[in-house]
């Protein structure tokens, strides 16, 4: 079975710092990963994904994502924070990309100090 | 273009009472979600249909839950009978299907029961 681990529940981070959100999976051939974020009370918005090919891959907002196959990791990254990026970001796995259900970890609320 | 819509935003109903959640897909997509969300357990995939038929409702928690996709551009979810437990924000996302495709949600149903 597939999973997903966010292991930082919390994050908090200045305004015009660097940042970096964790995300390791567990599922035995390539996955579909995906970043989405969550601002309160809306629904799912997609940063990036990956399904092949350049391990690097760049997102809307700024956003970018490495994976790394030989650490299991999908870590979501971006240079320079800004207060509107505060929100909960959820990074999942899917076997079957955009034919199949997505498993997801339970998200990293980011705060973001002025 | 429309995103995916749900309906109602918002739904407050007493233990025992029927629910039911609606959804309508974007246009042109054949893949249909179903996620709750809940403090607890998280994102979960409930059910999803491909082609309106449905492939994988693992996810429904009890015999209590029933979802359908009488056509490719309409999805219920229904409660009967619902119960505090079942308080959570209900979640539908679609997609055009197949491998190198996102899911797309919608801004989600939160149900309390009391």
């Known amino acids: 079975a597939q999973s997903v681990t966010q292991p930082d529940i919390h994050i908090t981070v200045s305004e015009g710092a660097s940042l970096e959100l964790r995300c390791n999976y567990s599922y035995g051939a390539t996955p579909y990963l995906f970043w989405y974020v969550q601002s309160p009370g809306q629904g799912l918005q997609l940063l990036l994904k990956y399904f092949s090919g350049d391990t690097l891959v760049q997102g809307i907002k700024g956003f970018e994502a490495e994976f790394k196959r030989s650490q299991s990791s999908f870590n979501l990254r971006k240079p320079s924070v800004h207060w509107s990026d505060a929100a909960e970001y959820f990074c999942a796995v899917s076997s079957g990309g955009g034919a199949d259900g997505l498993t997801f970890g339970k998200g990293t609320h980011l705060i973001i100090q002025p | 273009d429309a995103g995916v819509i749900q309906s109602p935003r918002h739904e407050v109903t007493e233990m025992g009472q029927e629910v039911t959640l609606r959804c309508k897909p974007i246009s042109g997509h054949n893949s249909l979600f179903w996620y709750r969300q809940t403090m607890m357990r998280g994102l979960e995939l409930l059910i999803y249909?491909?082609?309106?038929?449905?492939?994988?409702d693992s996810g429904m928690p009890e015999d209590r839950f029933s979802a359908k996709m009488p056509n490719a551009s309409f999805s219920t979810l229904k409660i009967q009978p619902s119960e505090p437990r079942d308080s959570a924000v209900y979640f539908c996302a679609s997609s055009f299907g197949g491998q190198y495709n996102e899911q797309f949600f919608g801004p989600g149903t939160r149900l309390t029961v009391l």
């Open positions: 249909f491909n082609n309106n038929v449905p492939i994988d």
